[in-house]
């Protein structure tokens, strides 16, 4: 069982920049994958961004690509998201997750679930 724990987000105006780090409980090569979603108020949540913790191939979300970047540290055992030029429609719930459907960033039962962290991007 890996518990993740997010850290950074908050609030900023468009076009400013955040950066939100997740640390895990267990080494980080030992998940399939790590990524961050991002949920709506009323919507499910979707994955913006993937990284294979075993290597460091990425995926994003059209909606993102170019302006948000995925890292691992697997000596840190954390994957962070860079998120810069901030967009109004990018204030939702971020959650960090592991071992959902990598190839697709798709959710999945059983998968891990960081607790989530509030961004919020002003006009």
């Known amino acids: 069982q890996a518990q993740l724990v997010e850290s950074g987000g908050g609030s900023v105006q468009a076009g400013g920049s955040l950066r939100l780090s997740c640390r895990s409980s267990v080494y980080i090569y030992q998940l399939d994958c790590m990524g961050w979603f991002r949920q709506y108020p009323g919507k499910e949540r979707e994955g913006i961004a993937r990284i294979y913790t075993p290597g460091t191939r990425t995926l994003y979300h059209d909606s993102v690509k170019g302006r948000f970047t995925i890292s691992a540290d697997n000596v840190k055992g954390t994957v962070s998201l860079q998120m810069d030029n901030l967009k109004p429609e990018d204030t939702a719930m971020y959650y960090c997750?592991?071992?959902?459907?990598?190839?697709?960033?798709?959710?999945?039962?059983?998968?891990?679930w960081g607790h989530g962290t509030q961004v919020t991007v002003s006009p």
């Open positions: 997750a592991a071992d959902f459907l990598c190839e697709s960033m798709v959710a999945r039962s059983g998968q891990y």
